[in-house]
């Protein structure tokens, strides 16, 4: 990628930050004073050059600021939990954080380690949580109950 490819995409992400609620001519003028532009022409001739796969590369240089949150993919990777790890994962952590540190895909696969079965489809990441968070609750209440009849009898 050369130079003034380079150049020309900055422009583009300076052409999309334009606030419509401020005035047009200044933000306009501003442009073209800082990229030396006499003729709005050239421009959209420029633009027709740009190779549009390596806008998303300039734009996380030109504003390394923003952050940017990416995901681990799972496709390689084999993702397997032991029904102690998940009990424990559920101890430890809220719902919510589980929801925030888990992708969908290990949530499934720890709710198909608990039930032998795969979730529904409909389900969102939070239902499937929600549903093995269910399990456990319904788990402790079953020992308490225990724990309470033995000590009574």
Known sequence: MDNQEQRLIKLILEISK????NSLDD????????????N?????????????AHIKKIQTVVSPSTQHTVKVTTKNKKINFSEKEIE????????????RNYTKKEVETMYICLTKSKPL????????IKNI????????RAKKIHENYTLSV
Not at 121 to 128: E, G, M, V
Not at 133 to 140: C, E, G, R
């Open 40 to 52: 709005l022409n050239n421009i959209f001739n420029a633009l027709t050059k740009v190779n549009k």
């Open 133 to 140: 968070d269910s399990k456990y609750k319904s788990i402790h």
């Open 121 to 128: 489809t409909s389900l969102n990441k939070f239902q499937i």
């Open 18 to 21: 334009i606030d419509l609620q």
């Open 27 to 38: 933000q306009i003028n501003n442009i073209k004073k800082n990229y030396e532009i006499d």
């Open 88 to 99: 424990e994962i559920f101890q430890k952590n809220d719902i919510n954080d589980i929801n």
